[in-house]
Each structure stands twice: as structure tokens, then as C-alpha cells.
């Protein structure tokens, strides 16, 4: 949100990054997600308003690197690379050496998305169902893209469970590295599994009107 009401106390990108503990790149998506407001100065520079980094500190976004959505997008993707590396010739593999090289890297930009949306997710206990509604968003341009391809149904949510494996594995190493009790461990696994369904609706969302409009 771009805005700058007078009255208000606002810090700059890099106050406001020292300050959480997190980098400026993760500041910058909570800015772009709405969950903070900004504005722009004559010369660029992006201000934070102050009171809302103070209201992310008392919710407990603090200084640790497990909570970094860098950190944790990072460790998603190696996941990522790791399970479709050792399942080169498994069926998912299959699937997609059929499909044009676009299609391809269409799928792969649509999986970033994924997994930067989960990255944002785990880093911000704020807004869940907004989380939910843009995981249905990526569900329906996935399921949109493997439509126009010819992929079944069954083979869609097959090469999709790859990538929702990867991220529940990502979600537990997460869970270990900050020494979660297993109640919040399983509530957070619980919202994880939440936003996979959310992509799973808006895939089969598709498919259900591609097969209505046959």
C-alpha cells in the first residue's frame, strides 16, 4: 500500500529489515502482500511504517533464520531439485518429457510461485485466507497449463504430489530447526496441508469446466 498519512512515524527499508531480524527481499514481499504499508519517496526509496513493523514484532516475527522466507525458499527448491533428480525415471519424469519445452518452463515458473507463496506463508501467521485464495489462483494456471497440454486429471495430481511431498518435508525440517512442541508442529503441518488443498481445488476447478465444455 502506497500511502503516507502525516501523522504517522514510518522507518526505512533497511530499519525496517534490522529491526525483524529477516532480509530486504522478505521485507519487500510483506510490502507487496499487503501484510505492511509503504510508500515511495520523490527519490524512490521505499519507507515502511513503523507501527506495523511493531505490530509483526509483538506477533513474534523475530530474528531467526528459520523464519526468513529466503531460507525457506531455498530449502524448498533443494527439495524440489532433490526428489525430481532421484525420480528421473518415474512416472511424474514421464509426464513431462512428452510436453513442448514452453510448456515446460511454464510449469517450472508456476511452481516457483508455489513455492514462494509457501516461503511467504510459513515467514506470516497474518491473513491466512488470503493465502489460500492466491494458492487457488496458482491451482487454476496450473490446472489451466497441463489442460492445454493433455494431461490427465490423475497425471496432474500425480506430478503435483511431488511438489506438495517436497514442501511438507520442507515444513517438518522447519519444524526441527526451531524446536517446535508437537502440538505446533502438527498445526503447522495442518496449515500446510490446508494451503495444498487450496491448489488442488483451483486445478480441479479447471478441469471440472474443461470436461463440462467437451
Not at 16 to 34: N, P, Q, Y
Not at 180 to 199: C, Y
Request: proline share 1%.
Amino acid at each position: 500500500m502506497e500511502e503516507r498519512p502525516d501523522l504517522q512515524a514510518w522507518v526505512s527499508l533497511g530499519q525496517a529489515s534490522k529491526l525483524l531480524g529477516v532480509s530486504h527481499s522478505t521485507v519487500r514481499r510483506w510490502v507487496d502482500a499487503g501484510e505492511i504499508r509503504s510508500y515511495r519517496t520523490s527519490g524512490g526509496h521505499r519507507r515502511i511504517l513503523e507501527d506495523d513493523v511493531h505490530q509483526l514484532l509483538a506477533q513474534g516475527v523475530q530474528a531467526a533464520s528459520s523464519q526468513d522466507t529466503d531460507h525457506i525458499s531455498e530449502l524448498a527448491v533443494a527439495r524440489v531439485k532433490r526428489r525430481l533428480s532421484g525420480r528421473r525415471q518415474g512416472h511424474e519424469m514421464e509426464v513431462f518429457a512428452g510436453m513442448e519445452a514452453a510448456t515446460r518452463d511454464r510449469l517450472r515458473f508456476i511452481g516457483r510461485q508455489l513455492v514462494d507463496l509457501f516461503a511467504r506463508f510459513v515467514s506470516s501467521r497474518t491473513r491466512p485466507d488470503r493465502f489460500i485464495d492466491d494458492a487457488r489462483g496458482i491451482g487454476g494456471e496450473y490446472g489451466r497449463t497441463l489442460v492445454a497440454a493433455g494431461v490427465t486429471l490423475t497425471d496432474a495430481v500425480t506430478t503435483f504430489n511431488a511438489l506438495r511431498h517436497s514442501l511438507e518435508e520442507t515444513a517438518a525440517q522447519l519444524a526441527s530447526e526451531a524446536q517446535q512442541g508437537a502440538d505446533e508442529a502438527v498445526e503447522a503441518m495442518e496449515s500446510i496441508l490446508g494451503l495444498a488443498d487450496g491448489v488442488l481445488e483451483g486445478m480441479a476447478q479447471v478441469y471440472e469446466e474443461s470436461l463440462a465444455g467437451t
